[in-house]
T-cell receptor, first 115, second 110 residues
Framework: AQSVTQLGSHVSVSEGALVLLRCNYS??????LFWYVQYPNQGLQLLLK??????LVKGINGFEAEFKKSETSFHLTKPSAHMSDAAEYFC?????????????FGAGTRLFVKA | NAGVTQTPKFQVLKTGQSMTLQCAQD?????MYWYRQDPGMGLRLIYY???????DKGEVPNGYNVSRLNKREFSLRLESAAPSQTSVYFC?????????FGEGSWLTVV
């Protein structure tokens, strides 16, 4: 069965510092991996996804993530944090199920950005 | 382009009451989902529908029923609401493996 573990329910960084949000997954088949961002009182917005091909994936707002099969990880990074990056971030794994895809989410990591 | 639209956005129910959350998508996607979001637990899948006419249980289906009325619409019904069902509910539609979410429905059961 699929599962996703996000290390750290809260992460705090200073503006301009590196952002690193950790995600590990388990899946019985090659996974599709995603990062979503949620701003207060809104739905989830897709940041980036890995399906096949290049293991370093670039997304919106300067974020990127690297799929490491040997470590079963898909950590999210951004070189320089901005105040507007403060939000909750969710890692997700999707496997093909009967007739479609079933997507499971991690518990989320709330990012705080200090001025 | 509205994407995924949920109604109502806010609802307060008394224990034992029933209600239906409506969801419609205008993206012509085959798959639709209902998730609930609770603090510290991320999003948990309640039910999903891979295509019109099919539905499957997710991680937390107890206390809920769903109907995939047509390709556009996927409703979630609480037959007898319980305080444990107080949550934020998200409907989503998927093109292949990528999910697109609605804005959420805040439900409080008192």
């Amino acid at each position: 069965a699929q599962s996703v573990t996000q290390l750290g329910s809260h992460v705090s960084v200073s503006e301009g510092a590196l952002v690193l949000l950790r995600c590990n997954y388990s899946s019985s088949v090659p996974p599709y991996l995603f990062w979503y961002v949620q701003y207060p009182n809104q739905g989830l917005q897709l940041l980036l996804k890995y399906t096949t091909g290049a293991t370093l994936v670039k997304g919106i707002n300067g974020f990127e993530a690297e799929f490491k099969k040997s470590e079963t990880s898909f950590h999210l990074t951004k070189p320089s944090a901005h105040m507007s990056d403060a939000a909750e971030y969710f890692c997700a794994v999707s496997d093909r199920d009967t007739g479609g895809f079933k997507t499971i989410f991690g518990a989320g990591t709330r990012l705080f950005v200090k001025a | 382009n509205a994407g995924v639209t949920q109604t109502p956005k806010f609802q307060v129910l008394k224990t034992g009451q029933s209600m239906t959350l409506q969801c419609a998508q205008d993206m012509n996607h085959n798959s639709m989902y209902w998730y609930r979001q609770d603090p510290g637990m991320g999003l948990r899948l309640i039910y999903y529908s891979a295509s019109e006419g099919t539905t499957d249980k997710g991680e937390v289906p107890n206390g809920y029923n769903v109907s995939r009325l047509n390709k556009r619409e996927f409703s979630l019904r609480l037959e007898s609401a319980a305080p444990s069902q107080t949550s934020v509910y998200f409907c989503a539609a998927a093109l292949g493996n990528t999910i697109y979410f609605g804005e959420g429905s805040w439900l409080t059961v008192v």
